[in-house]
């Protein structure tokens, strides 16, 4: 069964940087769509990043565009997505996703499996 755990999450004030981790375990498959989501309070969840371990093409939304980068270590089997020039806005909760493809994928319902999350909060 494949789990994910994320650590990494804390207080920082805007303009600073965290990086998340994304430990992965139980994966049967060598390609993986991996996505970063994240919900903040009142508001659904959303993509951040997305990356296909198949050509390791990663997808980036807007609002972190420039700032945020995902990355992975394929011998210890993680993600890990590095903030900088965090704002207020990116406060949420930040959850690590996985599903067996070769693709990339961007909508949230398309993932099997999901991690428990970790918190981000950006203070002005």
């Known amino acids: 069964e494949v789990q994910l755990v994320e650590s990494g999450g804390g207080l920082v004030q805007a303009g600073g940087s965290l990086r998340l981790s994304c430990a992965a375990s139980g994966f049967t498959s060598d390609d993986y769509a991996v996505g970063w989501f994240r919900q903040a309070p009142g508001k659904e969840r959303e993509l951040v990043s997305s990356?296909?371990?198949?050509?390791?093409?990663?997808h980036y939304e807007d609002a972190v565009k420039g700032r945020f980068t995902m990355s992975s270590d394929n011998a210890k089997n993680t993600f890990y997505l590095q903030m900088n020039s965090l704002k207020v806005e990116d406060t949420a909760v930040y959850y690590c996703a996985a599903v067996v493809s070769d693709r990339l994928y961007y909508r949230e319902e398309l993932y099997d499996y999901w991690g428990q999350g970790t918190q981000v909060t950006v203070s002005s």
């Open positions: 990356m296909s371990t198949f050509d390791m093409i990663t």
